[in-house]
Nanobody, 126 residues
Framework: QVQLPASGGRAVRAGDSLRLSCVPS??????????IAWFRQAPGKEHEFVSA????????WYSASAEGRFTISRDNTNGNVYLHMNNLKPEDTALYFC?????????????????WGQGTQVTVFT
């Protein structure tokens, strides 16, 4: 059973930083996929791509809103993926969750994913 639990979200002041964690697993073992991504969804809005990283952290992608403020990283010893968020803004308020895609064929960051996880809430107040 594939699981992608996210954690680390909380309420913070604008300008603060947070690190979110995603712990992918497949029935307790390492999840073998091409890429792990972070998405977010604000109330009343569609889910939005934030960032993605390939296995062994060889390549990463960022949305325009994340570029320069967020950094995605991957621990290759356990497959955990982190989203380091700096200079948070109220518009970053959303439920953040992970997604995983098995195949690299035809991959685009905002395209289709095979697995989706539960989210962690980030609230940024002024």
């Amino acid at each position: 059973q594939v699981q992608l639990p996210a954690s680390g979200g909380r309420a913070v002041r604008a300008g603060d930083s947070l690190r979110l964690s995603c712990v992918p697993s497949d029935s307790g073992s390492t999840l073998n996929v091409f890429v792990i991504a972070w998405f977010r969804q604000a109330p009343g809005k569609e889910h939005e791509f934030v960032s993605a990283i390939t296995t062994f952290a060889s390549r990463s992608w960022y949305s325009a809103s994340a570029e320069g403020r967020f950094t995605i990283s991957r621990d290759n010893t356990n497959g955990n993926v982190y989203l380091h968020m700096n200079n948070l803004k109220p518009e970053d308020t959303a439920l953040y969750f992970c997604a995983a895609r098995i195949s690299s064929t035809g991959y685009t960051p905002e395209g289709e994913y095979d697995y989706w996880g539960q989210g962690t809430q980030v609230t940024v107040f002024t």
